[in-house]
């Protein structure tokens, strides 16, 4: 029961590597805020997690008058000692052909909606005096994939971001970390076919995709008490993707 007592925002908790990260900060004894667009997927995991852990809060993390609604909301539920600042899309467009639209709205969710998230969290744990920020990184942030101009250009700069954070606040009981999942077997991966799958799958040592559970048994790590002298980290969780590139 790591995270017994704590209050955690989940950004994108309705799918994929959210979603594992609500069960498991709900299995650790934590309650949940899942801030997502998609209320039938989220509406549905409180249903079946039971609304006494777990509230559901429609929230664009690109709105800034959202993110704040989130937090008040939260902070009645039940305070903010961690968020994971998740939410992301994937795209995947040849960079001479990218337009400034496609260009735009993956910087916006990737990157400033991860910002905004970032800030209001601060606020809110400068004035507890304490609390645990994750954010969701990418292999991608770490080295170049062709056709990912926007999506590694975001994610290179959540990394960085993360640095800047944890050292500003280091003084002040704040840890802020990321994490780095290799490619996860999620609906964000929905658009490819059997083929590029595998390729991916080469790319691993392990010769897999990763499991959503894998990424949040580590964001629930960053995101407790035993994480206490990790500040301004990147945890890379990705079947030994990087260690083959290094
Ligand atoms: P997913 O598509 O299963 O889940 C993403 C969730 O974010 C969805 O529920 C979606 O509704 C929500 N979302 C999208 N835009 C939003 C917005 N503007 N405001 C609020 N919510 C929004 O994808 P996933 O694979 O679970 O991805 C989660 C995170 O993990 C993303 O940041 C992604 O970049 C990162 N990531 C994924 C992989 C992978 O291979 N799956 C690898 C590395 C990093």
């Not at 079946?48 to 937090?71: A, K, M, P, Q, W």
């Not at 894998?214 to 301004?232: K, M, P």
Request: negative net charge; glycine residues 12%.
């Amino acid at each position: 029961m790591r995270l017994k007592g704590k209050g955690i925002i989940v950004t994108g908790g309705a799918s994929g590597i959210g979603e594992a990260s609500v069960r498991k900060i709900i299995a650790e004894g934590g309650k949940v805020v899942i801030a997502d667009l998609d209320a039938d997927r989220g509406n549905a995991l409180v249903s079946e997690l039971g609304d006494d852990r777990v509230r559901y809060i429609h929230c664009n993390v690109v709105d800034s008058h959202d993110v704040e609604t989130l937090f008040q909301s939260t902070a009645e539920f039940c305070g903010v000692d961690g968020v994971f600042n998740n939410a992301g899309i994937g795209a995947i467009t040849p960079s001479a052909e990218t337009t400034d639209e496609d260009w735009q709205q993956v910087i916006d969710i990737n990157l400033t909606g991860v910002f905004k998230v970032a800030r209001m969290s601060l606020q809110y744990m400068l004035n507890n005096g304490a609390g645990s920020l994750v954010n969701c990184a990418s292999i991608l942030g770490h080295f170049g994939q062709s056709q990912t101009p926007a999506y590694s250009a975001a994610k290179g700069g959540v990394l960085n971001l993360t640095r800047t954070l944890a050292i500003e606040t280091a003084t002040n009981g704040i840890r802020v970390n990321s994490i780095s999942p290799g490619y996860v077997d999620t609906p964000i991966l929905s658009a490819l076919d059997e083929e590029s799958k595998n390729a991916l799958i080469a790319l691993h040592p392990m010769a897999r995709l990763g499991r959503p559970e894998e990424i949040a048994n580590a964001t629930a790590f960053l995101l407790s008490d035993e994480a206490s002298f990790i500040t301004g980290a990147d945890l890379l969780v990705d079947g030994g993707f990087t260690a083959g590139k290094s």
